[in-house]
């Protein structure tokens, strides 16, 4: 199969040397595909979707060398040209617009992951205090919470989904908060087990490793009772 594909690339190739020119036929050849792969991850779609986007950026092309410039009183325009222009065209706007692998999909799903790592973070502060028998903080004071991470961006979005209240100025977990924020630590403290007993780390070095891992939305009903360092396991 690679060597019959690469056969048919090579002739298409070199036939459409004389008809486009040698630059343009690596446009023709990649921007079709290049287009379906980033609307679809399935390679049966992928090949009608290029197929359909070579078609018509053929076509669109044509139309656009042919009948535009006669409106305006001028000779027709390279028509391989603007079947290229087209066709690269389709694959700027599908290199933007693709719903998974599109720029802005990208910006946005990055965008809503960092906000729920931040939420993650206060509210896993937040636990981290209540543990330490501080019951609420102060909202100028959530920064310290968590050096070098803003956490505090996060305070308005956890008092709108009423995992935090707040009390003249101070923060508190609710009871949603409360099994949120556990879930969180019982994922960093598993992994943290985890990392020390099965993956030989030292248990001083898995903290950062664990702060990481505790967004993985994963969290086995049994396990330990007990991180390394001896803090409880919320059950």
């Not at 040397?17 to 343009?24: C, D, H, N, R």
């Not at 389709?90 to 933007?96: D, G, H, I, P, Y």
């Not at 802005?104 to 330490?132: P, Q």
């Not at 903080?137 to 707040?166: F, H, K, T, Y």
Request: aromatic share 6%.
């Amino acid at each position: 199969m690679h060597f019959a594909l690469m056969i048919v690339v090579a002739v298409a190739t070199v036939a459409s040397f004389e008809a486009v020119g040698s630059i343009l036929v690596i446009a023709m050849l990649i921007c079709p595909a290049a287009t379906a792969r980033l609307l679809t991850d399935r390679l049966s779609p992928q090949i009608m979707i290029s197929l359909a986007v070579a078609c018509c950026s053929t076509l669109a092309g044509y139309f656009v060398a042919s009948a535009v410039p006669a409106l305006f009183g001028v000779s027709s325009v390279s028509a391989a040209g603007s079947m290229t222009v087209a066709s690269g065209l389709v694959f700027t706007s599908a290199l933007f617009m693709a719903p998974k692998h599109g720029v802005l999909a990208k910006f946005f799903a990055h965008r809503r992951l960092t906000r729920r790592v931040l939420l993650d973070d206060l509210l896993a502060a937040l636990y981290r205090r209540r543990e330490e028998g501080g019951g609420s903080v102060d909202r100028n004071d959530v920064p310290s919470l968590a050096p070098g991470r803003a956490i505090a961006s996060a305070v308005p979005e956890a008092l709108r989904a009423s995992l935090v209240v707040s009390s003249h100025g101070a923060l508190s977990l609710s009871d949603e908060g409360v099994r949120r924020a556990s879930e969180i630590i019982r994922r960093h403290r598993l992994w943290e087990h985890y990392l020390v007993e099965s993956a030989g780390m030292r248990s001083d070095h898995v903290h950062a490793a664990a702060e990481v891992l505790e967004h993985i939305g994963t969290s086995p009903p049994e396990g330990p009772t007990q991180d390394p360092h001896g803090r409880e396991i919320p059950r």
